[in-house]
DNA sequence: TAATTCAGCGCAATTACTTGCAATTAATTC
DNA sequence: GAATTAATTGCAAGTAATTGCGCTGAATTA
C-alpha cells in the first residue's frame, strides 16, 4: 500500500503529508500555493505552513525535488520525475524542457576543470525562446 | 562626468540613484540589503523600497543586470562585469567562477537543438563542490 | 531666479514565506 | 483499547520583499 513508503522513511503518516505528497505527483512543476488548494480540496482546513513544512520534510526524505523556474520561489516534482532541462524564456515565461543528455558534455568540462559536480535540474536554463528573439 | 551616464539614459539623477549605482560597482555579486547598508554611510535616510525600485530601474537601462546564486532572492553586478559561471555549491554554500566558454558548446547545443537563446550567468550552476563531495 | 511639471521619494500597507509555541494526534507500550 | 510520548499541526507573530499613494524635488522653461 503507498502509505508504507512514507512510514518506510521514518515518518508519520498525517493525512496532510500523504495529501501534499499525491498532490505533487498530481501536478508536477507545482508551487507551494498550488499545492495547497490542491490539499485543500480533501483537507480544507490545511494551513500554508503545514504545506511548506510538508515539501521540507518530504524532500529532505528523497519523494520530492524542488528546482527554480522563474525569479522567485521554488516548484516541486516528484523525484523521479526529474528526466529533463527546463528551459525558461525570460521574455514570454515560456518553459520548455530538453534532454538531460544535451548537458552531460558540460557537466564533464565543470567536473574536470573544477572538481565540482552540476545539477542541471536545480536552477532552470535562462534566455530567449526562438519565438522571442524573431520578435 | 559620470552622473551624465545616467542623463543620457533618460533618468533623472538624484542622489539615492547614483549612490545605489556606486554601490553595485563597487561592490559586485551584492544583495539588495548589503547595497542599502553602503549607501546609507552617505545618505542614512534611503528607504529599502527606494533600493529596490532603484536596481529595477538601472537594470532596464542596461547599468546593472541580476543573477540568482541561492534559492532565495537576486544579486546585482555591473553590466560589464559579467564574465564568467556561477557554480554554487549546495552543501557549503561556496559560491565559485569559471570561465564563460566552458558552457560554450552546451549553449550550442540548445540553440540548435531548441532554437532556445541561453544566458549561462541568469542563473548559478548548482552543485556540490570538491570538498563537499569527499565528506 | 522663479514657476511648472511629473519622476522619484518616503512611508505605510500588503504579500510571500518562516518561525515559536501550545494543542493535537500518530505511533508505541502496556 | 487505554495510557504514554513526542512528532506534527494550527495559529499567531515575525521577517523579507513589493506595492499604492501623497509629497518632494530634479529638470525644464521662461
Ligand atoms: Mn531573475
Ligand atoms: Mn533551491
Ligand atoms: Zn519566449
Ligand atoms: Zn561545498
Chains 1, 2 share one sequence.
Do not use: W
Not at 37 to 58: F, K
Not at 81 to 88: N, Q, S
Amino acid at each position: 500500500m503507498p502509505q508504507d513508503e512514507i512510514r518506510a522513511r521514518g515518518l508519520r503518516l498525517t493525512p496532510q503529508r500523504q495529501l501534499v505528497l499525491n498532490a505533487v505527483r498530481e501536478l508536477g512543476h507545482a508551487t507551494p500555493e498550488e499545492i495547497a488548494n490542491t490539499v485543500r480540496q480533501m483537507h480544507p482546513g490545511i494551513n500554508l505552513s503545514t504545506v511548506y513544512r510538508n515539501l521540507e520534510t518530504l524532500e529532505t526524505a528523497g519523494f520530492i525535488i524542488h528546482t527554480h523556474l522563474g525569479h522567485g520561489g521554488a516548484t516541486y516534482h516528484a523525484a523521479d520525475e526529474i528526466t529533463h532541462l527546463h528551459l525558461v524564456c525570460g521574455k514570454c515565461g515560456k518553459v520548455d524542457e530538453s534532454e538531460l543528455a544535451d548537458a552531460k558534455d558540460f557537466v564533464e568540462i565543470i567536473l574536470k576543470k573544477r572538481g565540482f559536480a552540476t545539477d542541471v535540474t536545480h536552477f532552470a536554463i535562462y534566455g530567449t525562446c526562438a519565438a522571442c528573439q524573431v520578435k
